[in-house]
């Protein structure tokens, strides 16, 4: 059986823990529901998931104490970790905790200890039932994390407790938030390396690409220089010197001379030699090397994708999976219009804060002044309180090197069907799906503009999105009140009907569009036509099957249908 947790340290007065249940295989459930330690990436805690109510979560320095030692973890070595839970006359006490990068991702290994296990696909641990009681007036747990490997720099426990009163309901718990930041022990001399690349990521809208690294001192030696090699694929290794000062267990960003970067898929390696103009004394750490594309003729608006395409992710897109485990993948059983959508599988995803991620190619938004985005979502949470997974849109008018987050919705709120599913959301009618729509207007002088489709998984239900548009005024956008158009039969295979009508006299264009916003065909080019209904007739036998347009222009109104064409 697969469980997921709704309440998670309220006991009853039989002391058994409330649970909720769910198919599928996940191990002991006595305890938190992963993903509530209230870090900067979880956000929840069981107070804000509705599992505890009663006060105001207070934060208290402390309670996640250590035997790391003040100059840093030793990567490969076991530490004991410490939770202690302290609030005076309480008797049951639960907790859970997580070492988490700034990314939110798992680091090091965490072996549970007595009263305590670990959920979330190893990310998070917690109590277990046996593990709530212990001294009036506190309660401490103690568990094993195992540091990881070299190079991965600082991070924190994040960690979220409840102190109960033991009356067997869920209000008037005390919720409390701590956490411990550590940083990695300095090596013992000279150690420079590339912590990461932060451009390019995942494109190079340029074809002259500057890349942008983050330079770590992992030693316990100040460094006033050392030499940054990058190169492009198999290609010849360049040198930069850099110049500076680099106090030990500190970071900054290098932006090195650019290399010409001809279009298509490519791996840039940036690597360290000679800090301070010495031999490094751990090479493990010194190197990078990210992949990404060479997109110099963006896409111009309007920009459709329906998914429709059989290849995922849809051609000139970048998919992130950062766990190649459960990512967006592609559904020919569900979709908006067409035939497929794009969906993650939350519901048998129990990688609790994982976030996936979908990239359009580079997009070029200056051929208008009010370009905007829609989409089409359908979900319906797993629960009201816990397991709430969550959509958010990011874009980038600069190829990717800054992000803004412009849409960012969770649980109910995200929802495009009231209620909550226990079993795995599959929507049935396109009145289960709810269209989105995101104005683009700050970014309109963009010519390398990006978006990314963020699912940040809790364990929760099915997401779906489909029919991505971004289009300007003017350009393929769907209408929500009733169209001028009428095209049948729809789907086709053989011959079109078009009907239009005009409320009075105007020049008339009725183009066909592919779902890249490229023009097809124009059916129809007339001038001062004038007011009444037409009717025309297209033989569609000699284009491909597949999602396309069709937009009637009438004087500076356009109208424009969705065309599924199957032979």
């Not at 208290?60 to 076991?78: E, L, Q």
């Not at 309901?169 to 919720?175: E, F, L, N, V, Y």
């Not at 279009?263 to 190197?287: C, I, M």
Request: proline share 5%.
């Amino acid at each position: 059986m697969k469980y997921k947790v709704l309440i998670a340290i309220a006991v009853v007065s039989i002391g058994t823990i409330l649970l909720d249940f769910k198919k599928e295989a996940h191990g002991n459930v006595n305890g938190a529901p992963a993903g509530v330690t209230g870090s900067p990436t979880d956000g929840l805690t069981c107070a804000a998931s509705g599992c505890h109510t009663g006060s105001a979560v207070v934060a208290s320095p402390g309670w996640i104490t250590s035997n790391i030692p003040g100059t840093g973890y030793v990567p490969g070595t076991a530490y004991t970790i410490t939770a202690t839970a302290t609030m005076a006359s309480l008797v049951r006490f639960g907790f859970e905790i997580s070492p988490q990068s700034a990314s939110g991702n798992l680091v090091g290994t965490l072996t549970a200890g007595a009263g305590t296990q670990v959920i979330g696909a190893g990310k998070y641990i917690t109590h277990t039932s046996a593990g709530t009681t212990g001294t009036t007036g506190s309660h401490t747990w103690t568990f094993t994390w195992t540091a990881p490997a070299s190079g991965t720099g600082p991070l924190s426990f994040y960690g979220a407790f409840n102190c109960t009163n033991n009356d067997t309901h869920t209000s008037g718990d005390q919720i409390h938030t701590s956490s411990m930041a550590v940083t990695e022990a300095p090596t013992n001399g000279l150690d420079c390396g590339i912590y990461s690349i932060i451009y390019p990521a995942g494109f190079d809208c340029s074809g002259n690409l500057a890349a942008v690294v983050n330079l770590q001192n992992y030693g316990n030696t100040t460094i006033t220089n050392c030499t940054i090699n990058y190169k492009i694929d198999a290609g010849a290794v360049n040198t930069f010197t850099w110049y500076g000062n680099l106090a030990s267990q500190t970071s900054m960003q290098v932006t090195l001379p650019a290399l010409a970067s001809t279009p298509g898929a490519h791996t840039y390696t940036a690597f360290t030699t000679l800090p301070n103009g010495s031999a490094d004394v751990l090479v493990a750490n010194d190197s990078k090397t990210v992949s990404y594309t060479t997109v110099t003729t963006p896409a111009t608006l309007p920009f459709f994708e329906g998914f429709e395409t059989a290849t995922m992710p849809p051609a000139g897109w970048v998919r992130v999976n950062p766990d190649n485990l459960t990512t967006w993948n592609r559904s020919t059983t569900v979709h908006y219009t067409g035939a497929a959508s794009a969906y993650m599988d939350n519901y048998n995803y129990n990688a609790i804060g994982q976030r996936d991620e979908l990239v359009t190619p580079p997009l070029d938004l200056t051929s208008s002044l009010t370009p905007s985005l829609t989409f089409q979502v359908a979900y319906q949470p797993y629960s009201t309180t816990t397991n709430l997974d969550t959509l958010i849109v990011e874009v980038s008018a600069d190829c990717g090197l800054t992000w803004s987050s412009v849409y960012n919705k969770s649980g109910s709120t995200l929802g495009s069907v009231a209620g909550v599913n226990t079993s795995a959301f599959v929507p049935t009618t396109t009145s289960q799906w709810r269209q989105e729509t995101v104005s683009l207007a700050a970014y309109h002088t963009s010519s390398s503009f990006l978006v990314r489709f963020i699912n940040a998984c809790q364990y929760g239900n099915q997401l779906y999105i489909d029919d991505i548009n971004i289009a300007g005024p003017a350009g393929i956008a769907e209408l929500n009140n009733k169209p001028v158009v009428n095209l049948f039969p729809n789907p086709i295979n053989d011959i079109l009907t078009l009907e239009y009508t005009l409320a009075q006299t105007a020049a008339v264009s009725v183009k066909m569009f592919d779902i890249q916003g490229r023009e097809i065909t124009e059916l129809v080019s007339e001038k001062g036509k004038a007011a009444g209904k037409y009717s025309s007739s297209f033989d569609m036998k000699g284009y491909k099957a597949g999602m396309y347009f069709i937009a009637v222009t009438t004087g500076n109104n356009v109208s424009t249908e969705k065309l599924m064409i199957v032979h």
